[in-house]
């Protein structure tokens, strides 16, 4: 496979439940993202990983986290959600994360609903 | 904090002609990069164009041009010979300081 893969495509949860999100790229590059996709909003950035190490946290609440086991592979483990956080979360990766400039190339998402 | 707008939440454009989209900014930096991404229904965000604030010349990618206006802080996006797999979301987004901010969007049908 090449670029940036997400499963799974679409999950439905109930707030109680536990889940996990995975994001695979096959760009070798070091750095990756989650973001938030909701209707007419900007994109949200979540987490940023550069080089396995988190450098961003945007004020993201503690019922998602995020886990980075190598720069190839990104989680966000999601736990006791709300209906609010239903939406598209995306994944994105590029080189390495510097001063700007980096382009970003993202995965096809995961549609989360929750119920 | 750096803001993007885009002021058109859905535009269209007929087979064949040229359509633009607008992008404003608004920040205090000098040197930062403009991007203008497309996410088609099947989701996957891809880049269409890319711009260093510190170039005067406008970035163009095939059917693909930017009129960059620095002391304006615009940024639109104008595709020529529009194509039916030009109907997606468009977005724009500014990147400086490690952190890209992107606009709501604009939603691009293309009429046969």
């Known amino acids: 496979e090449t670029g940036v893969t997400q499963t799974p495509r679409h999950l439905v949860m109930g707030m109680t439940n536990k889940k996990s999100l995975k994001c695979e790229q096959h760009l070798g590059h070091n750095a990756m993202y989650w973001y938030k996709q909701s209707a007419k909003k900007p994109l949200e950035l979540m987490f940023v990983y550069n080089f396995k190490e988190q450098t961003e946290n945007n004020s993201v609440p503690s019922r998602f986290s995020p886990e980075c086991p190598n720069s190839s592979h990104l989680f966000l483990h999601l736990h006791t959600l709300q209906p609010e956080d239903s939406a598209l979360y995306l994944c994105?990766?590029?080189?390495?994360?510097?001063?700007?400039?980096?382009?970003?190339?993202f995965g096809p998402g995961t549609r989360l609903l929750v119920l | 904090a750096q803001t993007v707008t885009q002021s058109q939440p859905e535009m269209s454009v007929q087979e064949a002609e040229t359509v633009t989209l607008s992008c404003t900014y608004d920040?205090?930096?000098?040197?930062?990069?403009l991007f203008w991404y497309k996410q088609p229904p099947s989701r996957q965000m891809i880049l269409v164009i890319r711009q260093e604030a510190y170039k005067q010349q406008n970035a163009t990618e095939n059917r693909f041009s930017v009129n960059f206006q620095k002391a304006a802080k615009s940024f639109s996006l104008k595709i020529s010979d529009s194509q039916l797999g030009d109907a997606a979301m468009y977005f724009c987004?500014?990147?400086?300081?490690?952190?890209?901010?992107f606009g709501i969007g604009t939603k691009l049908q293309v009429i046969p």
């Open positions: 920040t205090s930096e000098s040197d930062y990069y």
């Open positions: 994105a990766s590029s080189q390495e994360v510097r001063e700007k400039g980096e382009t970003q190339y």
């Open positions: 987004a500014y990147s400086a300081y490690q952190k890209v901010t």
